[in-house]
């Protein structure tokens, strides 16, 4: 069905997809390991979810797949499984299909590895194409290489696949309102290099819901490929221990679906938190010819400017630029809520005279103190000397890092010295982990 597939996408009409898979057999099949377990536990509840959707006018369904790639499953203990899951999910889409009567498209579901700063590079490509293998060899008709953050991912994703096949692929990130990566790549400069892959079609899956979804496409829609849209229902949280999702109505879907094929989609469907009922919708929508009620418009985000004026180079990189002496003191900031003992020591050490700067720690030893970019900036407001505090990403995500930098910034502080940090095992919690998704380098760069 692979001609066919083509033949559909580039000349129409559109191509209506299934919806969110894992959440729905999570909810529906107690004590998994993962979504993809279930294709040998309870195979049924696989089958009967493609059957809701291909009842609910789905003409392209995705195999239970998205996480069966080899380290993934190892982190359920499944790895050993993993030729009976992959080859089991594409049996089932195959056995739904069959008892439908109806034609309908099923596509091989390949996701992200994950975590790749703790992978070997080399070994990305093997792992991808593993897949893909037994995915081809059991039926499918084409690939879903989806929810991508990373476009250096997804390219090395593609191209792995491809070199052991050559199925039909769909290749799918995933951006946020303002049409970007989590790594800060907009949705039009994706496309170009997507577009110069051999791929079928591009376009965008997961995210924030349908209205990221639409400001994606619109920006994608020069690169000259059929598009995708199968967005999330819209932004999930976190209940009782549960993923939830916001409510989002079928009414809502079929305008987004109308949207959608206005900016050149010619796949629709959903991901997480849809269900049948939205897919029911967009197929109406589709077969009704609904035209969008209102032209869709993204919003250009609005960039805050810095007023102009030149930027005061700081008293230390001045010193350091003339080769002059430079004295700092360190100190380390408070176990306690308290900073005036703190405030006292740094003005004492300002009017003798001998000291130009203090360097504040960044929790010591792995102990936790107060943080040391609030005790600078406490310190250069009340005692008015320049501080260099540490900075470690032991204990901070990247994100994380980058708030208290930006806060620090607004607040005049100025000086950063970047420390990798003491091991946690040697301080308060040996129990703990550090996150160390960046080193003190990559803090610095």
């Known amino acids: 069905m692979a001609g066919s597939f083509l033949d559909r996408v580039r000349q129409g009409p559109p191509i209506v997809a299934d919806g969110g898979m894992g ?74 299909r069959e008892v439908s009567g109806r034609d309908v498209f099923i596509a091989g579901s390949i996701g992200p590895l994950g975590e790749l700063e703790s992978l070997d590079t080399t070994s990305h490509g093997s792992l991808y194409a593993e897949q893909a293998q037994v995915l081809e060899g059991r039926g499918v008709d084409l690939f879903f290489i989806e929810t991508f953050f990373d476009i250096d991912e997804l390219v090395d994703a593609v191209a792995a696949v491809r070199a052991v096949s ?25 496309a170009r290099r997507l577009a110069g892959l051999d791929v079928a079609v591009i376009g965008t899956n997961h995210g924030a819901g349908p209205h990221a979804a639409l400001a994606a496409l619109s920006d994608m829609g020069q690169s000259g490929r059929p598009l995708a849209a199968l967005p999330n229902v819209g932004l999930a949280s976190i209940s009782g221990g549960r993923v939830v999702y916001p409510h989002s109505s079928p009414e809502y879907f079929a305008e987004f679906a109308a949207q ?63 080769g002059a002496w430079v004295v700092s003191v360190e100190l380390d900031p408070p176990k306690g809520g308290t900073l005036d003992a703190l405030v006292g020591v740094a003005r004492r050490l300002r009017e003798s005279g001998l000291v130009g700067f203090v360097d504040v720690n960044d929790n010591p030893m792995a102990r936790a103190r107060m943080n040391a970019m609030m005790a600078s900036v406490a310190i250069e407001r009340d005692a008015g000397i320049e501080t260099i505090p540490h900075l470690t990403p032991r204990d901070s995500t990247v994100m994380g890092l980058e708030g208290v930098l930006l806060g620090a910034h607004a607040q005049g502080v100025r000086n950063v010295l970047a420390v990798t940090g003491d091991p946690p095992h040697v301080g308060d919690y040996p129990g703990s982990r550090g996150v160390y998704e960046v080193d003190s380098i990559g803090l610095v760069h």
């Open 166 to 190: 050559s199925l039909p692929i769909v290749a799918l990130m995933t951006f946020d309102e303002d049409a970007e990566t989590s790594g800060g790549v907009a949705a039009a400069a994706a």
């Open 23 to 96: 959440a729905l057999i999570l909810g529906a099949v107690p004590r998994l390991r993962c979504p993809e377990e279930a294709n040998l536990s309870a195979p049924e509840s696989v089958i009967a979810v493609h059957a809701s959707y291909i009842r609910a006018g789905a003409e392209l369904i995705e195999t239970n797949t998205f996480g069966a790639n080899r380290r993934k499953l190892a982190a359920h203990f499944l790895d050993d499984r993993f030729e009976e899951i992959n080859s089991a999910g594409v049996r089932l889409a195959r056995e739904a």
């Open 260 to 322: 959608a094929v206005s900016l050149g989609a010619a796949i629709v469907g959903g991901c997480c938190g849809t269900t049948p009922a939205q897919i029911e919708a967009i197929r109406a929508a589709l077969d009704s010819g609904r035209a969008p009620t209102v032209a869709f418009e993204a919003a250009d985000r609005e960039l805050p400017l810095a007023p102009a004026g030149a930027v005061a180079e700081t008293a230390l990189a001045q010193a350091l630029s003339e």
